[in-house]
């Protein structure tokens, strides 16, 4: 595993009952435009962007937190 998904893992400890196959590091779309430069328009487009992604990873059971992180288990993928 690369040191991520060893950070990840550790976090995970006491909070994923499965074995951990991977990991990667996540944050929902359009939050990087979001801080990013760009000014106040480039503010509103991410915060636009990150919201709509939101809504919809919402509607579907999902929820990653910024940062947040995505595991794959044996049973969770």
Not at 8 to 13: L, N, Y
Not at 20 to 32: C, D, N, V
Not at 48 to 77: C, D, F, L, M, Y
Request: charged residues 20%.
């Amino acid at each position: 595993m690369s040191k991520h998904q060893d950070q990840i893992v550790a976090a995970a400890k006491g909070k994923v009952d499965e074995e951990i196959l991977g990991a990667a590091f996540a944050k929902p779309r359009g939050s990087t435009t979001a801080v990013a430069g760009g000014g106040l328009i480039g503010r509103e487009i991410g915060n636009r962007w990150a919201g709509k992604q939101r809504e919809g990873a919402e509607a579907a059971g999902i929820s990653v937190g910024n940062p947040g992180a995505v595991a794959v288990t044996p049973r969770h993928w």
